[in-house]
Structures are given as structure tokens and as C-alpha cells.
């Protein structure tokens, strides 16, 4: 702590995370970021990068080498999967509360990080101390956590979409189908061939079909909460959109349900979940953009006999960096909504 404000890195602030991170975390009455870091840029500030922050944060991007030696409570990774291990590792000795918002220690073994990420996993030991930082689900075990795992961005508007019918014992086996949409800061500040403008404009297409890391990060979650073992058929598509992601879920339930039912599964369930709201009307992502909220319409199907749960997140926040802060929230004993009440913006 200084100066009654506890004390904050982030590691990867060039990257559209950890961008977003600075910007919720600079307004955070209960924070000061000491450091920011950057290898490719360290020397440079921090607005010469991001101009959007001039006058605001022109604090210098330092090598992320300076958090080794620094006393800091809560140290921020946003840096790829595969990266942040090394990170967890070398700094396993230090008292700082670590946010990871890789995928590096949110699945349940190594032997499954390898079969889905296809890389051996290089901290072992970082399972059995994570927890995965899905606050509407483990806030009590975040809480005292000193390694969170945040979730992925599709992981958190599909776990969402259907957590209330999985934790009922509702959902009838094997017939999950999850259909998501992301914007094309899902894919980081880097550019590639699937990210060119033009392969992107106008244009909607899907990708990772059937062997999409985040299959197996929802399937676990769904197996927690439903205490059995879950299987999901997940296929994300990108948008031509900055940012935004929507769930269209679909599934059978073991009992015959109507709107009414349905309405109050999800209102009891998510009741004193701030962050959370349960709609009457299929939600757009727009409804959502800028902000934390998680927008959710259950809808049931008579016809058919089936749960639709359409949800909506920002990618970028409540599917990474707002979901960070709610964690440190949580860790540092405070208010869970501090610097979390943006409006979402429209148009
Ligand atoms: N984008 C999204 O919507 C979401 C992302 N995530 C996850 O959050 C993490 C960050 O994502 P995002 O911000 O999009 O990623 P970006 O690719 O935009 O940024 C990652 C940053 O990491 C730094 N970096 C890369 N390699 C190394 C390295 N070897 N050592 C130190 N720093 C390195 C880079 O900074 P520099 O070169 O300046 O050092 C870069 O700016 C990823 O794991 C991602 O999967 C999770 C949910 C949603
Ligand atoms: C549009 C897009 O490319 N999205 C990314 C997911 C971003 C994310 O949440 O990734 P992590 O689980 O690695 O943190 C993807 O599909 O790989």
C-alpha cells in the first residue's frame, strides 16, 4: 500500500487489455499503478502508444523486469497464453496477488492444457493454487485467492448464458449447442491474414470448428456447476465489429418448463449479481459496449422443447479486463462495483 491506495502493475499494457486495464484502473479510487510494462516499447510513455490517454497517463512503459523487484499487492498479466506461465513461475515467491488473463491456469491439468493448447504446460504447481475468476460463480474462493485465472471472453458469455440451468440440475445430457460471435479485438493488437481489413469487412465467417480452446474451458465449468461431466458443441465466428461478443445458446431441459419459470431460474440465480440482467428481449451487443454488464434473455421454446439463452458481453471488459478488476476487487476486500459502474455505450 502508498499513500492508502494499494499498488498495481500491469504487464502487457500494449496490448488492447491491458490498455483497458489502465483506463478502468487510472479511475479506481483504491489503486495506483506503479508500474506499466512493455519489452517492445519499454522507454516510451505509455500515451506515445495509446494517444487517448495524453495528459492522463503519460507514465514511461518499463521492462516488466522492474516488477521483480518491486512490492506491488496486485500484479495484472495481460499477456498471451503460453507467455504468462513463465511470469507465474518466476514470480511464484512474491506476496503480490497475481490476475492472469491467459488461459494458463484456468483448465484443471496440465495433460488437458497440453491436449487443448498443445504446448506442456511449464508451472504445474499453478493448478492447484488458481481459481478461476468467474466472480458471479466463485467470488467467495476468489476472494481468498492469491492466482486468478480470468476467463476467457466466449467462456464468460456462454457460462453465463446457461449457469443457472446447469447449477438446477436442468440441463438434459448432451445437448448443449453454443453459437458465439466476436468482435476482432478478441484476437489481440497484432495483425494477421485472418484480421486484414479486408478478409474481415463485410464479411462473417467461422472458425476453430470443433477444436476451439474455449470448448473444453466451458465444459469444465458446466461440469462444476452440473456436477457431471459435460460436453458442449462450441463454434465461435468473428464479426466485423471492434468488439462485442454474442452467445446464442441452445438446449434441452430433463422437464418441461415455460417463459415464467424459466424468467425466475435466472432472476433467483443472479439475484445480488450486480453485473448480471436478466432481459425480456434478445439483447444486442451495443447494449453492452464500454461497460461490465453481462445482458441475458432466456427464452423458452414451447414448440420445441427448448432453452435459447442469447447473451451479450464486451470482449474486452466483462470478457477480460473489467472482469480482472471485479477479481481485485473481490482479493483486496472492497466493494465489489468500485470503478465498474460505466453506462454502456450507444449508439
Ligand atoms: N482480447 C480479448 O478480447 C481477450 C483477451 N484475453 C487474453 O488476455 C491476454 C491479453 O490479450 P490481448 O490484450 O488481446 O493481447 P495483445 O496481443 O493485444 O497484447 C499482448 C501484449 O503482451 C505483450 N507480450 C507479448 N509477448 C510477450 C513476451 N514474450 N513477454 C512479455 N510481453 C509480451 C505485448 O506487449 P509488448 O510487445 O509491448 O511487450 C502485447 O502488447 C491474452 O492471453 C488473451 O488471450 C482474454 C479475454 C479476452
Ligand atoms: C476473435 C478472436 O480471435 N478471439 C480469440 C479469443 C480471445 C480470448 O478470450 O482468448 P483467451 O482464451 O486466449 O484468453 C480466439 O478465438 O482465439
Given at each position: 500500500?502508498e499513500?492508502d491506495?494499494?499498488?498495481?502493475?500491469?504487464?502487457g499494457?500494449t496490448g488492447f487489455?491491458?490498455?483497458?486495464?489502465?483506463r478502468?484502473l487510472?479511475q479506481h479510487e483504491?489503486?495506483?499503478?506503479?508500474?506499466?510494462t512493455s519489452e517492445?516499447?519499454k522507454?516510451?510513455?505509455f500515451?506515445?502508444l495509446?494517444?487517448?490517454f495524453?495528459g492522463?497517463?503519460d507514465?514511461?512503459l518499463?521492462?516488466?523486469?522492474?516488477?521483480?523487484?518491486?512490492?506491488?499487492?496486485v500484479?495484472?498479466?495481460?499477456?498471451?497464453h503460453?507467455v504468462?506461465?513463465d511470469?507465474?513461475k518466476?514470480?511464484k515467491?512474491?506476496?503480490?496477488?497475481?490476475?492472469?488473463?491467459?488461459g494458463?491456469?484456468?483448465?484443471?491439468?496440465?495433460e488437458?492444457y497440453?491436449?487443448?493448447?498443445q504446448k506442456?504446460h511449464v508451472?504445474?504447481?499453478g493448478?492447484?493454487n488458481?481459481?478461476?475468476?468467474q466472480?458471479?460463480?466463485f467470488?467467495?474462493q476468489i476472494k481468498k485467492s492469491?492466482l486468478v485465472a480470468n476467463?476467457g471472453?466466449?467462456?464468460?458469455a456462454?457460462i453465463?448464458?446457461?449457469?443457472?440451468?446447469?447449477?438446477?440440475g436442468?440441463?438434459?445430457e448432451g445437448?448443449v449447442i453454443?453459437?458465439a460471435?466476436s468482435?476482432?479485438?478478441?484476437a489481440?493488437v497484432?495483425?494477421?491474414?485472418?484480421t486484414?481489413?479486408?478478409?474481415?469487412?463485410?464479411n462473417f465467417?467461422?472458425y476453430g470448428v470443433?477444436?476451439?480452446?474455449?470448448?473444453?474451458?466451458?465444459?469444465?465449468?458446466?461440469?462444476?456447476l452440473?456436477?457431471s461431466?459435460v460436453?458442449?458443441?462450441?463454434?465461435p465466428?468473428?464479426?466485423?465489429?471492434d468488439?462485442g461478443?454474442l452467445?446464442?445458446?441452445?438446449?434441452?431441459?430433463?422437464?418441461k418448463?415455460d417463459?415464467?419459470?424459466?424468467?425466475?431460474i435466472?432472476?433467483?440465480?443472479y439475484?445480488?449479481?450486480?453485473f448480471?440482467?436478466?432481459?425480456?428481449?434478445?439483447?444486442?451487443?451495443?447494449?453492452v459496449?464500454?461497460?461490465h454488464?453481462?445482458?441475458?434473455?432466456?427464452f423458452w421454446?414451447?414448440?420445441?422443447?427448448r432453452?435459447?439463452?442469447?447473451s451479450?458481453i464486451?470482449n474486452?471488459l466483462?470478457g477480460?479486463?473489467?472482469?480482472?478488476?471485479?477479481n481485485?476487487?473481490?482479493?483486496?476486500?472492497?466493494?465489489?462495483k468500485t470503478g465498474?459502474?460505466?453506462?454502456?455505450?450507444?449508439?
Amino acid at each position: 500500500m502508498e499513500n492508502d491506495k494499494y499498488t498495481i502493475g500491469i504487464v502487457g499494457a500494449t496490448g488492447f487489455t491491458g490498455s483497458e486495464l489502465a483506463r478502468l484502473l487510472c479511475q479506481h479510487e483504491n489503486v495506483t499503478i506503479k508500474h506499466i510494462t512493455s519489452e517492445t516499447h519499454k522507454g516510451k510513455l505509455f500515451s506515445d502508444l495509446h494517444p487517448q490517454f495524453l495528459g492522463i497517463l503519460d507514465q514511461k512503459l518499463e521492462s516488466a523486469d522492474v516488477i521483480g523487484d518491486s512490492e506491488l499487492d496486485v500484479i495484472f498479466l495481460a499477456l498471451p497464453h503460453g507467455v504468462s506461465m513463465d511470469f507465474v513461475k518466476k514470480w511464484k515467491h512474491k506476496k503480490s496477488k497475481i490476475i492472469d488473463l491467459s488461459g494458463d491456469f484456468r483448465l484443471s491439468s496440465p495433460e488437458v492444457y497440453k491436449d487443448w493448447y498443445q504446448k506442456d504446460h511449464v508451472f504445474v504447481e499453478g493448478f492447484e493454487n488458481a481459481v478461476y475468476g468467474q466472480p458471479e460463480l466463485f467470488a467467495e474462493q476468489i476472494k481468498k485467492s492469491s492466482l486468478v485465472a480470468n476467463p476467457g471472453c466466449y467462456p464468460t458469455a456462454s457460462i453465463l448464458s446457461l449457469a443457472p440451468l446447469f447449477a438446477a440440475g436442468l440441463i438434459e445430457e448432451g445437448s448443449v449447442i453454443i453459437d458465439a460471435k466476436s468482435g476482432l479485438t478478441g484476437a489481440g493488437v497484432k495483425a494477421n491474414d485472418t484480421t486484414h481489413f479486408s478478409n474481415v469487412n463485410e464479411n462473417f465467417k467461422a472458425y476453430g470448428v470443433g477444436v476451439h480452446r474455449h470448448t473444453v474451458e466451458i465444459e469444465e465449468q458446466f461440469s462444476i456447476l452440473g456436477k457431471s461431466n459435460v460436453q458442449v458443441q462450441f463454434t465461435p465466428h468473428l464479426l466485423p465489429i471492434d468488439r462485442g461478443i454474442l452467445a446464442t445458446s441452445y438446449a434441452k431441459t430433463t422437464r418441461k418448463l415455460d417463459q415464467e419459470s424459466l424468467n425466475s431460474i435466472y432472476n433467483d440465480f443472479y439475484e445480488g449479481k450486480p453485473f448480471v440482467r436478466i432481459r425480456k428481449i434478445a439483447p444486442a451487443i451495443k447494449d453492452v459496449r464500454g461497460s461490465h454488464y453481462c445482458d441475458i434473455f432466456p427464452f423458452w421454446d414451447e414448440r420445441t422443447g427448448r432453452v435459447i439463452a442469447i447473451s451479450t458481453i464486451d470482449n474486452l471488459l466483462k470478457g477480460a479486463a473489467s472482469q480482472a478488476v471485479h477479481n481485485m476487487n473481490l482479493i483486496l476486500g472492497l466493494e465489489e462495483k468500485t470503478g465498474l459502474e460505466q453506462i454502456p455505450l450507444r449508439p
